[in-house]
Structure formats: structure tokens, C-alpha cells
């Protein structure tokens, strides 16, 4: 308690707090976007809080970032943050659950999954589960394929469409075919590992942990069995991730994954990409909802890039490169909106902060919040306004040439961890599924502006604020749009 009050001197300033234990875990918990500033404000960039007996020093800015993302692997690991909660649903021997060297040659492996030649395939296969989805899915028919205007839930049919497109592109039409039997229950079991429940008590004797673990055992055995056939027909080539793992999945070392981690990790890929990519559909939906007049310049945009009516002319991989306004609407959707506002590593060896002025000791936990530079005014022009067009670098470069790392007035924006602009990552955790995420959202709203026109729902005038209870930064359920088809 004493060092909880009385910090030692050369350590970060420690946030109050009335409770020991608990410390700051609610404020945090419910809003912590106001608890950063809140505590930015008080205590500056750097500052420790106690969540749930845990010691979590926050580093904020392009600095913090630069400092987290960027920080050795021997002072900061983000396996030692994760595991527990990641383990018993991804499963054994991939990601977290393995030495870091092995994850950063896992993440290779996929990678071959990732290609241009793998996105022009899955351009069309995310059309047709769009097509598919929309005029068969209860959610958002309501089962009346004649019908012209219509309610959807957001968040249950962004998650619903997101895991059908990513899982027949990224593991094929075997894995695809089960979502539609029982088996998509047991992805829905899995799921509810990811609470932040679950983050504080990874295992409890509760039914909910139990149906997790049962399901992650099923799928992974599902996924096996659709390995051992390939490799029994001979039938591996380069359709997806699990023909990705099969041919290229052995070490530097020579040890070869195996089948079930090859299982796991077609696992942990897919739900990487499922809520941050899902809760970004969403939200994107009701930005466009709440300014209809987007949705026509999207319009517009493909009609131009197909070259003609975009219901005769099937969207590719290749018209996508030419419509930068779909990018600007995702890059803007995950500027303002970015799925994940915390990131964590846990600290293994004492660290000073670059200026020298505080040492975090080990065992204590490291936070980086890249949402709170994407939404500071220093960095963004009039933050709070949904502007795709402010990533028009075009309209604000001196010599329009698009190159991303020049400064337009929205401050300087790289790939490097100290840019303000980071919402998947940085360094040697950086995400894989970028590009990945950009093709299946782009693809997928320039479809919904192909099929429809929509708004908020009648006497909503704004984007709801989002709700952080979850890991994800979601929009409240159900968060529906109200739609009419566009003729
Ligand atoms: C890592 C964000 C979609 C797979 C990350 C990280 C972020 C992120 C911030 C870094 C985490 C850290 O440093 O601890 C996002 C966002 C997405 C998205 C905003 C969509 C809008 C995807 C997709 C996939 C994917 C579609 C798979 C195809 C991964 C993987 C990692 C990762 C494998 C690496 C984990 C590690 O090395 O520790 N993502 N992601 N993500 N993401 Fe994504």
C-alpha cells in the first residue's frame, strides 16, 4: 500500500485512486479515452495507474508509442501480457503461446496468404458472400428478398458478414460451408473467451470457460482433419492460409508446425481480424448513415473505377487501386474509431524512458493508447470530424505526389512507431491483416453503396458513442441503419 501511495521518486507519478486493489480499473474500464486525458492533463504523458492489483504505466503520444511498440523484446513482451487470456482460445503452440521468435516466423508463413495474387482472388469470393448474405440473411431481409426498404443491425450483421467473407477467403469453402450448420455456435463459444473477464480469470469453473475450451478443442480438431485430407489427396496449393502453413510452415531451425498448430493458428488469425474488423464495418456504416452524401461520392467512385454500371461490371482487385476514396473512408473510420485503445506489453527488465526522467521497474505493465494521438488536434484537424477527404494527400501535399511520409497538415504520417497515426500497430507485433482488412472493407462497402442508400435510424442525429466494455471500442447495440435500395 505504501508504494502504491508513495511511489518511489524516480518512477512515473502514480494516478489516485480510493480503492488499492481496484484502483482506477472502473474509470479506466468505462471510458478510457477521458481517463487518459484526465490524466494527461494532470500528470502529463507519462503515469502509472493500478488496475486490479496490476501496476500500468501509460505512456501517451508519439513518443509512447515509439517507446512501446519499439521497445526490445527482452524489456517488453507481449506474450507475458497476453497469454493467459489468448491461450485458451487461439490454443497451444501458436502466437503467444510460444517462444516470440516463433510468432514472428508464423506470421511470415501466413503472409503467403496475403498477396496481391491472394487479393485478387478474394475480391470476388467477398462479393459473392456480400450478394449471398444480403439476399438470403434473415438479418437483414428479414427472409423477404422483394423487399425495398429495411432496418439492419449493425452488430449483428457486421460480425455475421465479416466472419463469412474472411473465413472463405482466408481457409477456403470447407471451413466457409460450416458456419452455416452448428459450427458457427462453437466460433460464438470461442468468442466469449475474449471478455474482460476472462482477461482478469482466465480459467474459472464457470460454463461459459468450459464452452470455450470445448470448442476450441472442436474447431482446432475440425481445421486438423481438413489438413490431414489435403495432405492425404495431395491437394495443397495456394488457395488460402491452410495451404499457406502446410507448404511453407517449417522453421529456420527445421522443426516443421504442426497439424494443430497449423490449426491454431488458422484460428488466432481469423478472430484477429474478426472484431477489429467487423466493429470498423460498422462504424463506417453509421458515419456514411449519418452523412448520405458520402455514400454518393462513393458511388460515383465506382462507377468511374469499373468503368460503367457496377451491377454488369464485377469489382476487382484492380479497380480498388483506383477508388481512394474507399481507402480514405476506412483509414478515416479507424482513425476516429480504432478498434483497439489498448495495447500492452509486460515490462521484464527495468526501463528508462528515452528523456531519462523515470525508470519502470519490472513486473510492472506497460500501455500504449495510439487512439489518443489520432484524435489530438495537434495531429488532426478538427479531430472529431468524420473528413475521409482529409487523407486526400493530393489536395493538401505542396507537390501532390501522394507520397505518404510528407507533412500536409494533418501532421506527419508514417509507418514509423512514432507517428500520430497507428491503429494497427507497430514494430515487431505490427499487424499482418492490414492490407487484408483494407480489401475485405473496401470491397465490402462498395458493394452496400452498390445495393442500397442508408441513414441513421429516424430521430437519431448522431454516431452513438462507443461502449468499451468489451475489448473492442463498439458501437452500442444494435446499432442499426435504416436503408432503402438504390435503383
Ligand atoms: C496485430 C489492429 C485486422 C492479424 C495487430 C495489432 C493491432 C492490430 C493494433 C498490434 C497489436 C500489438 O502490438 O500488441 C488491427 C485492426 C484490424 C486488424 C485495426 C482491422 C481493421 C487484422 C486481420 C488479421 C490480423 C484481418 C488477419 C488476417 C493480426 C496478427 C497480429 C495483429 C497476426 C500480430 C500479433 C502479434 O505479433 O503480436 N492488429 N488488426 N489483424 N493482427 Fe491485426
Redesign the pocket.
Known sequence: LNQLLFPKKNEPPMVFHWFPIIGNAVTYGMEPYKFFDYCREKYGDVFTFVMLGKKMVVYLGPSGNDFI?NAKHADAC??E??KHLTTPVFGEGV??DCPNER??E??KF?KA??TREAFQRYVPIITKEFNDYMLSSPTMLGGDKSKQTGVTPLMQAMPELTIFT?SHC?QGEEVRSQFDTSFAQLYTDLDHGFTPLNFVFPHLPLPSYRKRDEAQRKISRLYQDIIEKRRKNNDIQDRD?IDALMKNGTYRDGVKMTDKEIANLNI???M???H??S??LSWMFLHLGAQPELQDKLYEELCNAVGGDPNEIPLTYEHLANMPLHAYT?RET?RTH???HT???KVMRPMFTPDKKYVIPAGHYLL?A?GVPMRDSRYFADPEKFDPYRWDVTKYSSDGSGDEKIDYGYGLVSKGANSPY?????????????Q???V??STVIANMVRCFKWTLPEGQFAVPEPDYSSMIALPPPPATIQWVRRM
Not at 507497430?426 to 499487424?431: E, K, N, P, S, T
Open positions: 511498440f507481449a506474450e501480457a497476453y502466437i503467444f510468432l514472428m508464423q506470421k501466413a496468404a496475403l474472411a482466408l492460409l488466432g488469425i481469423l484477429g481480424g474478426q477489429t474488423s466493429s470498423t476506412v479507424l480504432s478498434p483497439l495495447i500492452m506489453r500504449a495510439p497507428l491503429p494497427f500497430g507497430a514494430g515487431r507485433h505490427r499487424c499482418i491483416g492490414e487484408f482488412a483494407y475485405q472493407i
